[in-house]
């Protein structure tokens, strides 16, 4: 058996003049084996091939840069990938792209950036264009309302993404693996349920050594699952055959799920709308710390900047359920998560699960 993977890679920069765009492509041909389905060798393929997967690459980044130009934000720069999977005919079996733009705001950098199946094109219409242009002159220069620390915490998507990667990686580390096994069955947090989805498109369903790929829950309903098994070091069905070594690794990136229960977003919560880029989030210690872009909800338009600092699993003990769409954020990893909503400053301060402070002119 034989297919062809194709992945375009582009990245676009501002210029003074016309924005500067370089795209690649890199083809594979993969033989499986028929018995075991699994990978068992693969040769780049040169010369002449479809560039479909090269020209979307191409279009995401001049349409995003086009997007960028009507916001109050400037682009510093836009990467895109496009993923084919062929079969032995050279028929489109599953697409995936992945898009994620770097902005400056009058509060600083940040990223938006989102993933999809199917047609590239939708991706550029799925980011928030039109909330980023309303970010007004400068976050700093406003206060919140003096009884922020009691209000609901609610993070978007965005800063979501960055708390549930943290989770997960506590889970599935070397050493978050021993802590799931020993608390396998517990309830450790509300009734979320966190999941890790396979690397390998759904209509194949087996990941490169030939094993199904399957979703894999870290958290069932608030509850430790025990963690998946380990082949060579790698979780049972996420083996990806690497070409330049001739041996199967883990997937370049996670790709999780948060569900939950619908809380709603208070009227007077005080959401966390974007990380601040360029800063450490994830520390030696366990902890996260996301600088954010924050306003309340009952004064979308008065910006102020807001620190939140917690181990991940801690800060997930304090959320009230989830509210709004479900949002694919692509960073460093893939996260599908609603918006999250938490507890207050004080009440999470009070329970020794957060640190969260405003920072001023």
Known sequence: MAETRIRASGILTPTQGAPRLTVSLDALRLERDAATGGVTGSRRLTGPMDQGAGKETGLLLTEA?????????????????????????????????????????????????????????????????????????????????????????????????????????????????????????????????????????????????????????????????????????????????????????PPSLARLELTGPEAGTPPDAVELVWCVEGLQRYHGDGTVRLQCLARTADRPGAWFRLVLRGKPVHLLRQARGLAGPPTAVHSDSEVTTRSLVLAGAADMEGAGHAVVTVITP
């Open 65 to 249: 840069a086009g997007r960028a130009a009507t916001a109050v934000a400037g682009l510093q720069s836009a990467v895109a990938q496009v993923h084919e999977w062929r079969d032995a005919d050279g028929l489109l079996v599953s697409r995936r792209a992945e898009l994620l733009a770097r902005v400056e705001t009058p509060g600083g950098p940040v990223l938006l950036g989102t993933s999809g199946c199917g047609d590239p094109g939708s991706l550029v219409e799925a980011l928030p264009w039109g909330e980023l242009g309303a970010l007004s002159e400068p976050s700093g220069s406003t206060a919140p309302p003096d009884d922020w620390r009691e209000r609901p915490l609610v993070l978007r998507p965005s800063p979501a993404a960055v708390l549930v990667a943290g989770a997960a990686f506590s889970l599935t580390s070397r050493g978050g693996r021993a802590t799931a096994r020993r608390l396998a069955g517990r309830r450790v947090l509300p009734p979320l349920t966190l999941c890790e989805l396979p690397s390998a498109p759904a209509e194949s369903g087996w990941d490169d050594r030939g094993d199904p790929a399957l979703r894999t829950a870290l958290v069932d309903a608030g509850r430790i699952c025990p963690p998946s098994p380990l082949t060579e070091g790698i979780p049972l069905g996420r083996a990806v055959w690497d070409h330049d070594t001739g041996t199967f690794g």
